[in-house]
Each structure stands twice: as C-alpha cells, then as structure tokens.
Nanobody, 127 residues
Framework: VQLQAFGGGLVQAGGSLRLSCGASRGTFSAYNMGWVRQAPGNDRELVACISWNIDGTYYVDSVKGRFTISRDNTKGTVYLQMNSLTPEDTAVYYC?????????????????????WGQGTQVTVSS
C-alpha cells in the first residue's frame, strides 16, 4: 500500500486548506488512519486520527475546533480539513496508517501508533 498526500500549499493566516491522502491498493478500510505533521526543528506530532469504522476521532489540543479528519472507505481516501490556520500550523503533513492489526478497536493517539507513512505535503501559513 502506498499513501500519497495532496492539498498542501501557501495560505494566509485565517485561511483554510483541505488535505487528502489516497491509498494505492490494499485493505485501506481495515486500518486506523492519522495525519502527522513535522515542522523544522520539531518532532513529528500526531495531529488527528480516525478509526477504521469512522466511529472514533482524536485531535491534538492545538487543532481542536479548527481541523476535521474524515475518511471515505469506498474511495480509499482520508481527509484533513484545516480552518483558521495560523503560522504555527506550518509543517510538512503526512498521512499515516496503523498497520498493527486490522479492525483495531483502540484508536492510537500517539504518532508511534502509525507505522506506515506516505509522502508528505507542505503547508505554509503566512502571517
């Protein structure tokens, strides 16, 4: 399975972007998915994640109320809607998959739970 993220770009503070990530093949719908970001000089940070059956989501405190994660299992795609962006959101954003087990009942809320990564997309927010 290959994961490819799209949708990054340059936006002014207060603006919005929608990231998407498609899986090339495989049982996408069986695995929990997440979005992780890494800013220069910082560690990777799990921003949001969603369970395989779409009944659970998690957001890091800094994005709650601004970001929304969703997925369409029929299309093998996960999305991240980002609103009210700030310069602190500037980072490379990666989609990631938790392949530890299919249909995992517990939604991992650590970046370490997500072991398959896709190519990142740059998000830059200007002040």
């Amino acid at each position: 399975v290959q994961l490819q993220a799209f949708g990054g770009g340059l936006v002014q503070a207060g603006g919005s972007l929608r990231l998407s990530c498609g899986a090339s093949r495989g049982t996408f719908s069986a695995y929990n998915m997440g979005w992780v970001r890494q800013a220069p000089g910082n560690d990777r940070e799990l921003v949001a994640c969603i369970s395989w059956n779409i009944d659970g989501t998690y957001y890091v405190d800094s994005v709650k109320g601004r970001f929304t994660i969703s997925r369409d299992n029929t299309k093998g795609t996960v999305y991240l809607q980002m609103n009210s962006l700030t310069p602190e959101d500037t980072a490379v954003y990666y989609c990631a998959q938790d392949t530890s087990r299919p249909y995992r009942p517990r939604l991992g809320t650590s970046g370490n739970d997500y072991d398959r990564w896709g190519q990142g997309t740059q998000v830059t927010v200007s002040s």
